[in-house]
Antibody, heavy 118, light 108 residues
Framework: EVQLVESGGGLVQPGGSRRLSCTAS????????MSWVRQAPGKGLEWVAN????????KYADSVKGRFTISRDNAKNSLYLEMNSLRGDDTATYYC???????????WGQGALVTVSS | SYELTQPPSVSVSPGQAATITCSGD??????AYWYQQKSGQAPVLLIF???KRPSNIPARFAASTSGTTATLTITGAQMEDEGDYYC???????????FGGGTKLTVL
């Protein structure tokens, strides 16, 4: 089945770090840009970061620039989001997404909840 | 920063047409996309490249862009269409994504 599965969510203290993973199945992972999108509880969707097929081009939202790092391992069909200096307003469900035509997400994972709280 | 503006809520009676707008200064140069999100679920792609519909999306969902406004129309809304709708596009100056604030559709 074509799918994306996130892992790594949980409770983290303010100022702490967390690494999210996203594992792809049943499609050629290395042929697609990939994205992270987040959604704070009761709020709308917020685009977080993009990475190109080979990891050489990365884009970030201003709200996470300098604190979050997107990366990928095509040999493992995996996407990552390294989150540092976490704040309360980073509390959200984080979705990974497959990007079609380097433009839009056409496949979403089920999401991983990250809660930043002491 | 670049913004896409949607109405917070739209209400429609079953069987009637619902219209959700999305305003952005980069339209129509930049393409518009639409997602549906039901409570507790991941978003689902409804429309891509302004008006194209994935094969699994019912024909009652249609979209267009005119000037700086993208519009999603649901013809003959059904109870199952209740949820949140988001427009999406890319920043005028680069491959950076932007979502609209979302519109809650109520069918009653």
């Amino acid at each position: 089945e074509v799918q994306l599965v996130e892992s790594g969510g949980g409770l983290v203290q303010p100022g702490g770090s967390r690494r999210l993973s996203c594992t792809a199945s049943d499609f050629t992972f290395g042929h697609y840009w990939m994205s992270w999108v987040r959604q704070a509880p009761g709020k709308g969707l917020e685009w977080v970061a993009n990475i190109n097929e080979h990891g050489g081009e990365k884009k970030y939202a201003d709200s996470v620039k300098g604190r979050f790092t997107i990366s990928r391992d095509n040999a493992k069909n995996s996407l990552y989001l390294e989150m540092n200096s976490l704040r309360g307003d980073d509390t959200a469900t984080y979705y990974c997404g497959r990007v079609k035509s380097a433009a839009h997400i056409d496949l979403w994972g089920q999401g991983a909840l990250v809660t930043v709280s002491s | 920063s670049y913004e896409l503006t949607q109405p917070p809520s739209v209400s429609v009676s079953p069987g009637q047409a619902a219209t959700i707008t999305c305003s952005g200064d980069a339209f129509p140069t930049k393409l518009a996309y639409w997602y549906q999100q039901k409570s507790g679920q991941a978003p689902v792609l409804l429309i891509f490249e302004d008006y194209k519909r994935p094969s699994n999306i019912p024909a009652r969902f249609a979209a267009s862009t005119s000037g700086t406004t993208a519009t999603l129309t649901i013809t003959g809304a059904q109870m199952e269409d209740e949820g949140d709708y988001y427009c999406y596009s890319t920043h005028p100056t680069g491959n950076v994504g932007v979502f609209g604030g979302g519109t809650k559709l109520t069918v009653l």
